[in-house]
């Protein structure tokens, strides 16, 4: 063998064995992957090739009793562009047109928009934002327009979809709606929140290609639950009369805050809850606090009912009894009491001591008979429920408080001392919400049985009841017959011919109390708190009422009968005049399935005649104001309406964004 041909095979063995350790290597790194980091190499395959998809489910509507949408979770859209992946020769032929689109559906000039797209195209901008917040209708519109009506891969076009909780009927009643979300837990929305909770369903994906995935087995792991539907006790139509009525009132003597509530008396039903607060920057009202639930204060002359209802069931009194007023004036433990009549009325009943409000009858009535057993009396006002809360599910109830002389403690305001009990006979030095207030004038009216406010019809899902809720009784009896007969008959009084006449009707029977209550008088300026609390109609009660109103300009009036029984009288006559008490809502999925189909013909309709207006008559009020804020319109509601009956705009009139239009 040549020393040539021995040096190759030298060479070739060299290789051999070279390329045998390579192989002996790689065949122990193959083994070492497999066994000690297998398990951590298919963990990343999985994250790469498999993943989990989110199924989404909704949150439940809240409707009011008579099927209009309180709140509801709806899309909205942001859309981004990716000025990259758009070809230079369609963003050159295109531009202009999209320009022009973009003018027409969102108001600023065609040339802003040139420009504004020039200059990230220039800069290569792959995330430029063209809207935001689109509502379904305008959002459709968007994808049309050229450039972005070719797609992702083509147009560039970046969509992010995102669930938001509206209120369809706006600020009527916001605060009792409520919300659940990262600012807490508030109103029905907070306090219902675990039936109306959405419960997000999810399924296996697997990549087989470049941007697709498929499902990897038939079914999902876990399927989405939409939540329930809460079907609330509110009136649309009441809760709107109740609204502007307190309105009304509050800009006329320029009052701080207030609150109304009208409550049906045989099921304790909230028909409306409406507070209204003002606005210290721009002097407006809206719904600011809860006020008729959590705002616990003095009640005044409201109060004196339940002092003589105590009397009378403790045959300490009747209402014939007569009781002397002396001049309207006396003192106790140095501190006047007085009444607002001045010279006082002299010997009066006890009836008409309730019916003028007679500050000093009521005190002397309460001292002559319980000066030596206050706890008795005491007793008596907390069998009626006042020294408790009445514990109904939304959130910030008020601590209600009164007097007991069991509590003696020496510098606390809230001790018990020699005024404690005249005081509070006249509805100071106690507190409680108009909520807990209205709870016991609805009793009255009940004859003598007390429920529970009720905020909450039924559940349902998917238009299957899933749950009721049934009236609660808290005390089948609060007093006798004959002592209730006897307070409903002061009541009608107290409108015919006492504090409350100005009320009055021939043809419409009311009945209530006034009240009128100092506050902050220690400041050295005293503001009032005025009130009203009654029913209606006086002879077969169909709903009680309180109104509530704070602080109003002393120099524009402040008593209970001017500032507040005027809400009242407001909206006692407007829902009868609408005969609201004879209509009867049967709530149905057929009700839903109907305004949900109605709601779906508009929005085609409506996506076809692009930038015009829409025939919404016969519309509901929720889907209507829904579909037209979609259009970029200013939507003002007028009327106490479930549907709409008239449009300040005409079918077919084009459209301008930010329009005005009004719906009858």
């Known amino acids: ?36 980091e297998g398990a951590y190499y298919q963990k ?55 320009s022009d689109s973009l003018s027409v559906l969102f108001g600023r ?30 959002y459709v519109r968007l994808k049309s327009f050229p450039i972005l009506n070719l797609g992702q891969y083509r147009g560039g076009v970046i969509t992010e979809q995102k669930n938001v909780r509206a209120r369809p009927l706006g600020e009527i009643g916001v605060r009792t709606v409520g919300y659940a979300d990262y600012r807490g837990h508030v109103g ?81 039903e909230i028909r409306a809850i409406a507070n209204l607060g003002k606005n210290g920057a721009s002097g407006g009202y809206y719904e600011k606090r809860n006020y008729a639930i959590y705002e616990a204060q003095e009640p005044g002359s409201t109060f004196k009912l339940a002092s003589l209802l105590v009397g009378l069931e403790d045959k300490k009194v009747d209402t014939g009894n007569v009781i002397d007023t002396e001049k309207g004036r006396i003192k106790v433990y140095g501190r006047s009491i007085i009444d607002s009549h001045r010279g006082g009325y002299g010997k009066i009943s006890l009836a008409r001591a309730i019916e003028v409000s007679s500050n000093v009858g009521i005190a002397k009535m309460v001292m002559q008979n319980y000066k030596k057993h206050p706890q008795q009396f005491v007793d008596g006002i907390n069998k009626l429920g ?102 409903q008959t002061i009541l ?52 009680s009422c309180i109104v509530v109103v704070n602080k109003p300009n002393k120099r524009k009036g402040y008593y209970g009968a001017t500032v507040a029984a005027p809400v009242f009288k407001a909206i006692a006559q407007k829902i009868y005049a609408s005969d609201l008490q004879e209509k009867k809502v049967t709530f149905t999925s057929p009700v839903l399935a109907m305004v949900e189909e109605r709601h779906q013909k508009f929005q085609k309709e409506n996506i076809k005649a692009e930038n015009l207006m829409p025939n919404v008559k016969g519309m509901s009020v929720m889907d209507a104001v829904s579909l037209l804020e979609n259009k970029g319109l200013q939507v003002v509601v ?24 009004t719906l009858y």
Request: charged share 25%; aromatic share 10%.
């Open 1 to 36: 063998m040549s020393i040539t041909e021995k040096n190759i095979v030298n060479r070739l063995g060299w290789v051999v064995l070279v390329l045998t350790l390579l192989f002996v290597v790689l065949a122990i790194r193959v083994g070492y992957i497999q066994s000690v």
């Open 44 to 98: 990343i395959s999985k994250q790469r090739t498999i993943k989990t998809d989110t199924i989404f489910a909704n949150r439940g509507n809240i409707y009011a009793t008579d099927g209009n949408l309180l709140a509801t979770t709806m899309s909205k859209y942001t859309v981004r562009l990716d000025m990259v992946t758009i070809k230079n020769s369609v963003f050159e032929e295109n531009i202009n047109a999209l």
């Open 109 to 138: 000039s065609s040339s802003h928009y040139r420009q504004y797209l020039r200059k990230a195209k220039r800069r290569k901008n792959r995330y430029l934002l063209l809207a935001r917040n689109l509502g379904y209708i305008d």
């Open 188 to 268: 029905i929305e907070g306090a219902y929140i675990k039936y109306l909770k959405e419960h997000h369903g999810w399924r296996k994906k697997q990549k087989i290609a470049k941007g697709q995935w498929k499902p990897i087995n038939d079914k999902n792991e876990k399927e989405p639950k939409d939540g329930s539907d809460v079907i609330t006790t509110i009136d649309v139509n009441i809760q709107d009369i109740a609204h502007h009525a307190l309105l009304e009132q509050l800009e006329k003597f320029e009052a701080d805050h207030g609150c109304v509530v009208v409550m049906e008396r045989k099921t304790g």
């Open 386 to 487: 006042f020294g408790r809360k009445i514990g109904v599910p939304i959130k910030g109830e008020g601590k209600p408080f009164i007097p007991n002389p069991k509590y003696v403690k020496r510098g606390d305001p809230k001790s018990w001392n020699g005024l404690s009990l005249p005081w509070m006979a006249w509805g100071y030095g106690v507190k409680v919400t108009a909520l807990q207030l209205i709870t016991f004038y609805n009793a009255i009216a009940n004859d003598g049985v007390m429920v529970k406010p009720k905020f909450i019809k039924e559940l349902r899902n998917n238009g299957t009841i899933e749950k009721t809720f049934d009236p609660e009784v808290i005390n089948p009896k609060i007093a006798s017959k004959e002592t209730i007969k006897k307070l």
């Open 492 to 543: 009608e009084n107290v409108v015919k011919r006492g504090t409350g006449e100005k009320l009055y009707e021939s043809n419409f029977s009311m009945a209530g109390k006034t009240g009128t209550c100092q506050t902050e008088y220690w400041t050295g300026n005293t503001q009032y708190v005025s009130s009203f609390a009654g029913f209606f109609p006086a002879n077969n009660p169909k709903y």
């Open 638 to 661: 007028t009327g106490g309406l479930s549907f709409v009956k008239k449009q300040s705009i005409r079918k077919g009139v084009g459209l301008v964004k930010n329009q005005k239009v």
